[in-house]
Nanobody
Framework: QVMLVESGGGSVQPGGSLMLSCAVSGYSDSRYCVGWFRQAPGKEREGVAAIDRDGSTSYADSVKGRFTISKDNAKNTLYLQMNSLKPDDTAMYYC?????????????????WGQGTQVTVSS
């Protein structure tokens, strides 16, 4: 059974940084797709960043140049380094995974989800 557990959320001032982690278990090898998504109150869940089976990354336009997604295959852990945070980045952040994903930032492409970790950016 595939399980994902996020950690690293918290409160930070605008311009600050946070790194989220997501421990992934249940896959037989490291060739799976993973992504970070977020959902703010009253808004739909949206894709933030993703890594496909071959290690290629994709980002939402709103986070390009500020967020970096990475994956440590030895530790089966996904990371999201978030820099230059803005109040609009405030949301619950989720990691998600599936074996095959056609469009990495599409919510409906992913079967397995973590429970989420809250990120709040406020002065």
């Amino acid at each position: 059974q595939v399980m994902l557990v996020e950690s690293g959320g918290g409160s930070v001032q605008p311009g600050g940084s946070l790194m989220l982690s997501c421990a992934v278990s249940g896959y037989s090898d490291s060739r799976y797709c993973v992504g970070w998504f977020r959902q703010a109150p009253g808004k739909e869940r949206e894709g933030v960043a993703a890594i496909d089976r071959d290690g290629s990354t994709s980002y939402a336009d709103s986070v390009k140049g500020r967020f970096t997604i990475s994956k440590d295959n030895a530790k089966n852990t996904l990371y999201l380094q978030m820099n230059s945070l803005k109040p609009d980045d405030t949301a619950m952040y989720y990691c998600a995974s599936d074996l095959w994903v056609e469009a990495g930032l599409t919510v409906t492409e992913y079967m397995y989800w973590g429970q989420g970790t809250q990120v709040t950016v406020s002065s």
